[in-house]
């Protein structure tokens, strides 16, 4: 096994895996990719047996073969080195040779055929998202994925497609991130799809792949045990988690509270100014709702105290609410939207962010009890 390849191009491709990789493992293997050489192109596959990853890069092959080596390591000596292309070859003894103008490393590699299998997908059943959808729908809902492996139903974002419109939520019992857009693509979707889990890991690696560029991306589902993606020439296959989903709509708020309309901009500012009060004990913000002015304030008995007040409209009688300031912070950062919407309902009910312009997406927060309360 013998090829040249761009560097840069090598490197990318190699990067691209690292998050797949196992970083602790008792499989060795499982910290290696498999590097595929032939017919002038070097195919790159990753797994950690719950998702896999299939590549293909240009590259100019003299002698076709395959072996495994570390992506890690492999990663770090592709960063360091300096030039343009590099030089690749696998000896007999399954140790390779890698080397750019004056810098040569030699390092051991597995043999590939220890390799788990990563299934090639074929190409029946795929439906087609724009990138940038797909990837706004994660960025609104990531945040709020579960990290508790007691609720393994919460370890990933709930995707479903129904009359033209897909889907995504995620909660971790304190909050709720919803959003829900038009696909994209009218001919892409003729029938209605059943909700899977797709787990964070998954998740990850998806938004990755929606962030290279591009402007679609193709998905289908494998009874309903993986989800598949392709686009260009990279393959990703996520395995789902078989577990229930809860009824989210339950807690959905259907009465109205005090509606603040208020700039996306200062009141990101204003709850990051309380945020620096936060400890790992501590994470609350106090708002206050009166005389036409938004009262923020935080208490941190370990740190100190802080204040802030923002004019605002609102509708509704005036009342004081303790939330998480981080829980905040996160669902309006992935407004985009000048003019948001407070919603609040007091000590007992949930708050509800959302754009008020666009209702495509909305995260509920619970409130929580402040320490002079």
């Known amino acids: 096994m013998e090829f040249s390849m761009d560097r840069n191009l090598f490197l990318a491709g190699v990067q691209r895996t690292l998050g797949i990789v ?12 498999l590097l595929s050489a032939g017919d002038n192109k070097i195919r790159m596959v990753a797994t950690d047996r719950e998702i896999g990853l299939i590549a293909d890069y240009e590259a100019t092959v003299k002698v076709p073969g395959k072996i495994t080596v570390a992506a890690r390591k492999l990663s770090e000596m592709l960063r360091e080195i300096e030039g343009d292309v590099i030089d690749f070859k696998k000896l007999d003894n399954n140790w390779v040779n890698i080397t750019c103008d004056k810098v040569a490393y030699r390092i051991p590699g597995i043999p590939a055929d220890d390799y788990p299998e990563v299934v090639e ?76 889990i797709i787990p964070r890991k998954g998740v990850s690696e998806i938004r990755k792949l929606v962030e290279d560029g591009g402007d679609y991306i193709e998905m289908a589902i494998r009874d309903r045990r993986a989800c598949v993606f392709k686009k260009d020439s990279t393959i990703l ?23 603040i309309q208020i700039n996306r901009d200062k009141m990101l500012r204003s709850l990051k100014r309380m945020s620096v009060m936060s400890s790992e004990r501590f994470s609350g913000v106090k708002i206050e709702v009166a005389g036409g002015k938004l009262l ?23 009342m004081t609410v303790g939330y998480n300031v981080r829980y905040l912070i996160d669902a309006i950062d992935v407004i985009h939207e000048d003019t948001i919407s407070l919603m609040m309902r007091g000590k007992e009910g949930p708050g509800v962010i959302q754009p008020t312009e666009n209702k495509n997406y909305m995260c509920i927060v619970m409130p929580i009890k402040l320490r002079e309360e």
């Open 22 to 33: 196992e970083r602790k493992t008792t499989i060795p293997i499982l910290n290696n990719i």
């Open 121 to 196: 997908e074929a190409d029946e059943g795929f439906f087609r998202m724009k990138s940038d959808i797909f990837k706004e729908m994660i960025g609104k809902t990531m945040f709020a994925i579960s990290t508790d492996e007691m609720r393994p139903g919460l370890n990933g974002v709930y995707f479903e497609c129904k009359r033209g419109k897909v889907g995504m939520v995620a909660t971790d019992g304190h909050r709720l991130s919803i959003v829900s857009m038009d696909i994209g693509d009218e001919d892409s979707i003729h029938e209605d799809m059943e909700g899977i």
């Open 237 to 259: 296959r996520v395995m789902l988690i078989d577990a229930e989903y809860p009824d989210y709509k339950k807690v959905m708020p259907k009465d109205d509270g005090t509606d």
């Open 296 to 318: 923020l304030s935080s208490i941190n008995p370990d740190v100190g105290e802080a204040k802030d007040e923002i004019d605002i409209s609102y509708q509704g009688e005036n």
